[in-house]
Nanobody, 120 residues
């Protein structure tokens, strides 16, 4: 089965940086769009950044200029570089991918999430 595993979360002071990684493994033919979402306590899960198979990106207004999404297709991995972190960035971050697992068969997958905590 396909699995997405996030890593790189942790505790960081405001103004610091973290890089999140999400590696896809399993029966993968190809990966289309990949994205990072986050969910803070008491809030809905929100889209943070998204990247197409061709490398086109979009970001939530709250992270533009601070976060960068990228992907390494050879490694089936998507990254989120987070700079100038703010306490309001504190959340569980999840990766999401639309993945082809067989001829003409695509499914959407979620990672288990990684905690990012930004202190004041």
């Amino acid at each position: 089965q396909v699995q997405l595993v996030e890593s790189g979360g942790g505790l960081v002071q405001a103004g610091g940086s973290l890089r999140l990684s999400c590696a896809a493994s399993g029966s993968i033919f190809s990966i289309d769009t990949m994205a990072w979402y986050r969910q803070a306590p008491g809030k809905q899960r929100e889209l943070v950044a998204i990247i197409s198979s061709g490398g086109s990106t979009n970001y939530a207004d709250s992270v533009k200029g601070r976060f960068t999404i990228s992907r390494d297709n050879a490694k089936n991995t998507v990254y989120l570089q987070m700079n100038s972190l703010k306490p309001e960035d504190t959340a569980v971050y999840y990766c999401n991918g639309n993945i082809q697992i067989h001829y003409g068969i695509w499914s959407n997958y979620w990672g288990q999430g990684t905690q990012v905590t930004v202190s004041s």
